[in-house]
């Protein structure tokens, strides 16, 4: 657990792993999907319009054998460089979702960031 709006610093540089974001509504349907590897409290999943990304499990409802999310979600990556600093704006299953000095906003790896 982390505290809302703690500032961290980048160990190591990071990369995005996709070029487009799935952005989901609170109540958007989603299908789980097979065939990508095992993250720990995250499952892949494919939005209405098609497009696939990882969704934290703890958001993930199911209901008469539909699922859905309870909360609005952003699958954005940030890339960053060693030495930058982010603010965290709140964490789920290992990863932070930070905002950057400039604003952009996305998913980060807690193992890559250090508080100061």
Request: contains cysteine; hydrophobic residues 30%; proline residues 3%.
């Amino acid at each position: 657990m982390t505290d809302e709006n703690a500032i961290y610093i980048v160990k190591e540089d990071f990369k995005r792993s996709y070029e487009y974001s799935v952005k989901l509504k609170h109540g958007d349907r989603v299908i789980p999907t097979e065939g990508k590897e095992s993250v720990k409290g995250w499952i892949w999943c494919r939005s209405m319009d098609g497009t696939e990304a990882w969704v934290p499990e703890t958001i993930i409802v199911q209901k008469n054998g539909k699922f859905s999310v309870n909360s609005d979600y952003d699958s954005t990556e940030l890339t960053v460089r060693k030495g930058e600093t982010v603010k965290v704006l709140y964490e789920n299953s290992g990863w932070f979702f930070c905002r950057k000095d400039n604003k952009d906003e996305g998913w980060l790896p807690e193992s890559i960031l250090n508080r100061l």
